[in-house]
């Protein structure tokens, strides 16, 4: 990363918007079905409200010592063993979750576009685009963002405008029949899984975002858009399938857009469609790849150099192809541990606020 | 990096472009038609392969195999054939009336898990399954969809939609079409749950019920009707249903007597009510029970036994001809 060169708000809130989307279609719209049942817009109201509690942590630590990235913020913090305990497990959790990420994108990919093609091609292929990529920098990543999120924008209103006529409010029913505390579970999943990728950009250093003071705001507004998208998504795919339907297939956005049909001769578009779909786990690992390196960086304290992206990048595909991680709720105890490892930070930094504004 | 780049531009170019699993257009068996029909123990399974060539762009092939299930009926194609069987471009899938419950289980797991299979292709019950092979997937498509959109004793019913209503009600109904002589749509059959032929009144009031209805014409006391739009509203109060059907209506030939508007208008709601409790009485209130389930959902885990209430209200207004452009005027 460019050291002088300073980051764009609204760039990050772009490369935000496909965060918090990284693990939608590889297994959060399932598992939060599978547990709310047809009381899941609620899960997902309930988990963007307990989301604004970790997005607070994130503006709270970014806050926080403007001229650091989040491992120099925990090595200030911490002595000097547990911080480097804390910054493995980072770097463990996000290789884990990685993992699962690639292999379920490969999977989703197989599934849908190459049928044909078993799933090691496709994760060697995916993971060297990723890794050019996350070679650039993040400032490449930032601007790759940029771009796709244009392209995003043009399929998703396609897709809803499409879609619409086949929706049917009937199908949103029964409301409010299933266990409250599976309610409350399925928000609780959907808060963990959408905001913990968002804190990877705890990397960005304060100092070095453009016109910083208005950033908060801009990042609050990109979450309740992004909010209120997997709420209409939801809608969407529910008032078409169903919840039972819903529920037992593995991509239920694949098959509302098998629906779409423009102007009566454009059918059979839901390949190019899915396209948006992959774009947030893609740009995902590409943040993810640059986090652990970093991470490497500050815990073995090493010059930084491509060759730990090469085998960040190996470890990675191994680690994926090896561990077949296909169950979402495998991943959840490592996001937890990220964002436990974000709280002990915020109460610290608190902790010596108040002790030196006592002294 | 300079390796990287020339790694990706290797891999890319060997995979990108077909160099794994590289396969011709025409050594794909592309499917436009499966019959499914059940004899004994053994499915009878047959397909409609196109291989279009110069001389015929619609060209096809049928194969027929039985066996005790329909993926070794879809192995045994492959004794027959050089071509790698594809559900990509499938268009119609024809089921007999032999095909009970477990079967149609197994036939929705078979179409879920095959990836080349998207489940939005049409799906009919037929009485003749060795005669609808002569005729175009597309064509007898069309003839549902033509009888939908002008007469509305059936609807295009969608692979998908089937597994919905199985999985919500378990029922579903299908448009019934036989091929004794040439293809002729007989009304709607329930299946899964109960395997029961739907008259034609009865198919009418089914889809009077969910909104089905985009045209209708028919005759009652010696006039008839020509429905140009309709709208049904079905509210749920604890066990009562109130169906509310909204529609325009003209009259295409008057042969009676009756002059009278409110006359003629209670003619025109008759008959829709009866269709209505045509449907009702002969068949089934799984439909019922499904929705007071969906909307009354405490109410209905609470009581063991639900007796069913409903309630017909109309809200009709008649389209004289002569304010249609190019009507009739009648005198």
């Known amino acids: 990363m460019n050291t002088n060169s300073k980051t764009s708000p609204l760039g990050l809130c772009f490369l935000s918007t496909f965060l918090y989307r990284s693990f939608y279609v590889i297994g959060l719209f399932n598992i939060i079905i599978s547990i709310s049942k047809s009381d899941s817009l609620f899960s997902v109201i309930i988990g963007s409200i307990i989301g604004f509690v970790f997005l607070f942590i994130y503006f709270y630590l970014n806050n926080h010592l403007e001229e650091n990235n989040i491992f120099e913020k925990i090595n200030k913090t911490f002595p000097k063993v547990i911080s480097d305990l804390f910054i493995v497990i980072l770097i463990i959790s996000f290789m884990i979750i990685s993992s699962y990420n690639l292999y379920n994108l490969a999977l989703f990919i197989n599934y849908n576009l190459l049928n044909d093609i078993s799933i090691i091609p496709i994760s060697i292929l995916l993971l060297l685009c990723i890794t050019y990529l996350s070679i650039k920098g993040i400032n490449t990543v930032i601007r790759t963002s940029g771009i796709l999120i244009f392209i995003w924008i043009f399929l998703v209103i396609i897709s809803f405008l499409a879609l619409v006529n086949y929706s049917n409010p009937s199908n949103l029913y029964p409301f409010l029949v299933n266990n409250p505390l599976n309610i409350f579970k399925g928000g609780i ?19 070095k975002i453009e016109n910083n003071k208005r950033y908060q705001k801009y990042m609050l507004i990109t979450y309740i858009i992004n909010a209120l998208y997997f709420i209409i998504n939801l809608v969407l795919i529910l008032s078409i399938l169903g919840y039972k339907f819903t529920n037992i297939l593995k991509y239920p956005d694949i098959i509302i857009l098998q629906k779409v049909s423009l102007l009566n001769f454009i059918e059979r578009i839901e390949d190019l469609l899915s396209f948006k779909l992959m774009f947030d786990g893609f740009i995902f690992l590409s943040l993810a790849i640059i986090y652990i390196k970093e991470g490497l960086i500050n815990v073995l304290k090493i010059k930084s150099n491509n060759k730990i992206i090469y085998f960040i990048s190996i470890a990675i595909i191994i680690c994926s192809l090896y561990l077949h991680l296909t169950n979402i709720e495998f991943t959840i105890p490592f996001m937890i541990s990220i964002l436990i490892i974000h709280f002990f930070l915020l109460i610290f930094i608190k902790i010596k606020n108040f002790t030196n504004n006592s002294q | 990096m300079k390796i990287l780049k020339l790694l990706i531009i ?32 053994n499915y009878i399974v047959t397909i409609n392969m196109l291989i279009p060539n110069q001389d015929d762009l619609e060209n096809k092939e049928v194969y027929t195999a039985s066996n005790i299930s329909i993926d070794e009926c879809l192995n045994d194609f492959y004794l027959k054939t050089n071509k790698k069987i594809s559900f990509t471009h499938l268009e119609l899938m024809a089921l007999t009336s032999n095909i009970k419950q477990q079967e149609y289980d197994e036939i929705i797991n078979l179409f879920l898990n095959r990836v080349d299979a998207r489940n939005t292709f049409s799906t009919i019950i037929v009485d003749e399954p060795s005669n609808i092979v002569d005729y175009k997937a597309k064509d007898i498509n069309e003839l549902i969809n033509i009888n939908s959109e002008e007469y509305g004793l ?54 009077f019920i969910t909104n089905q209805i985009k045209q209708s014409k028919f005759n009652s006391n010696n006039m008839g009707f020509k429905i140009d739009t309709s709208n049904t509203i079905i509210t749920v109060n604890k066990n009562e249903i109130n169906i509310n059907i909204t529609s325009t209506y003209q009259i295409t030939s008057n042969n009676s007597n009756t002059q009278d508007e409110h006359k003629i208008q209670k003619i025109y709601e008759d008959e829709i009510n009866n269709y209505i409790n045509d449907f009702i009485n002969k068949n089934q209130n799984n439909y019922f029970l499904s929705l007071i389930e969906k909307y009354q959902n405490n109410y209905y885990k609470k009581n063991q036994k639900i007796n069913i209430k409903y309630n017909i209200t109309f809200n009709s207004t008649r389209i004289n001809n002569s304010n249609i452009k190019g009507g009739f005027h009648e005198y």
């Open chain 2, 10 to 41: 290797i891999l890319l170019s060997f995979s990108m472009t077909g160099c794994v699993s590289y396969m011709e257009l025409n050594e794909l068996g592309i499917i436009d038609m499966i019959v499914i029909d059940k004899n004994n123990d």
């Open chain 2, 154 to 207: 059936v609807s295009i019913k969608q692979f998908d939609s089937i597994i919905k209503d199985i999985l919500e009600m378990n029922i579903s109904y299908i448009p019934k079409i036989s091929f004794k002589d040439s293809p002729s749509i007989l009304g709607y059959q329930s299946v899964y749950s109960s395997n029961s032929d739907l008259s034609k009144e009865e198919s009418l009031g089914f889809n």
């Open chain 1, 189 to 207: 999943y959907y808060g963990v899984i959408s905001i913990t990728p968002l804190l990877m950009l705890l990397l960005i250093p304060k100092n």
